[in-house]
Each structure stands twice: as C-alpha cells, then as structure tokens.
C-alpha cells in the first residue's frame, strides 16, 4: 500500500534562516505531488506541485521554492524564511490520473520568530 | 471563476445530533472529496464522490453533479467526529491530472 511521509512534524526558526522541508511517497510510482499551505484561517493554498522530476509549477509568487529530485521526493525550501512563512505545511500525493484524489502527509507546522 | 464554497462556516452540536453540511461548486471544478481535519490537523479522505450517493458508517456524501452541490451527512454525532470537514473539487490541468480547490471548510464541534 502507498504512504506518504512528511518531515518535521514541528519546526521552530528564526527569521532569516533557511527552510527544508522534505515528503516522500512509497508504493507508487510517478505520483503527482503538492505542497499547500495552511494558514490560521483554516483555507488551504496550494504552493506547488509535480507531475514529474524536476518539473514543479508555482500557483503562487512567494518566498518559497520547491523541487523534485526523486520521483517520490518533493522539497520544500527557502533561503531565508520571514514571519509570514509560519504554518501549516501539508504534502500530498495523487496518481496522476483524472480521478485526482489525493493523499495526504501529517503536516509540519512551522513557526518562525 | 474557480469556486467551491462551504456552509455553514462553524457547527455546534450536542452528541447524538445529526448535521448537514453543503459544499457549492464552480462549472470548472468536478470530482468533488470530502476530507476531515482532526485536531492534530491530518486530512483524512472520507469520499471521493463526482456523482451519486455513498455511505461510509455513520456518514455519507450526496453529489449532484448537474446542480454543482454536494451534501455531506453526519448522523448521531459523536465528539470523535470534532475538526473541520473539507470539500475539495478537481480543476483539470491537461495532461496533467488536476489541481484541488478547497473550500474554507465547516468547524464542526460536537459537545458531550
């Protein structure tokens, strides 16, 4: 069966530090991946996502970067990380195909101070 | 526009109620799921219902596809069942799968 695991859980940084956030799926191959933010106010925003290695599109201009290294590997970054960063990451996986359900990871929820 | 739209908002109910909740989507956006938050703020698929009916335990999820709703149904609510429900609708990007539009999602807090 698939999985899909989401690393830290929590994340406490100062302003001005980096960001690596890592999501890795297993049992699959050739996922689509997704990294949305979620913000106090409850709404989900999609940040990025990949229909394959190296190929990521933006939905939003923003301090973040992400890429795909691996077919089952998405990185969320950021060379320097401001106040409004803070949140709640979530990765998600879906097959690829029309029916896009998708999976999601536990989540990291990033404070930064 | 690209639209999926949720209510009520918040939800109070005392355990043992039964509750509706209603998600409203765009012309763009199909293949509606329903996820639930748990407080620890893992999203957990409940359905993924394009059209149709379908019943999971105490829960179920109405889709009607042609009038752009879907219906989620929670009977005898249980405090278990506390988080915020999402709906989320598939806008397809050729090729390419999809990308899911949420709602803002219904709070739904069950009291003993």
Known sequence: SQTIHQWPATLVQPVGSPLSLECTVEGTSNPNLYWYRQAAGRGLQLLFYSVGIGQISSEVPQNLSASRPQDRQFILSSKKLLLSDSGFYLCAWSPGLAKNIQYFGAGTRLSVL | ?112
């Open chain 2, 1 to 112: 526009g690209i639209q999926v739209e949720q209510s009520p908002p918040d939800l109070i109910l005392q355990e043992g109620a039964n509750s509706t909740l209603r998600c409203n989507f765009s012309d763009s956006v199909n293949n509606l799921q329903w996820f639930h938050q748990n407080p620890w703020g893992q999203l957990i698929n409940l359905f993924y219902i394009p059209s149709g009916t379908k019943q999971n335990g105490r829960l179920s999820a109405t889709t009607v596809a042609t009038e752009r709703y879907s219906l989620l149904y929670i009977s005898s609510s249980q405090t278990t069942d506390s988080g915020v429900y999402f709906c989320a609708g598939t806008f397809m990007i050729y090729n390419q799968g999809g990308k899911l539009i949420f709602g803002q999602g219904t709070e739904l807090s069950v009291k003993p």
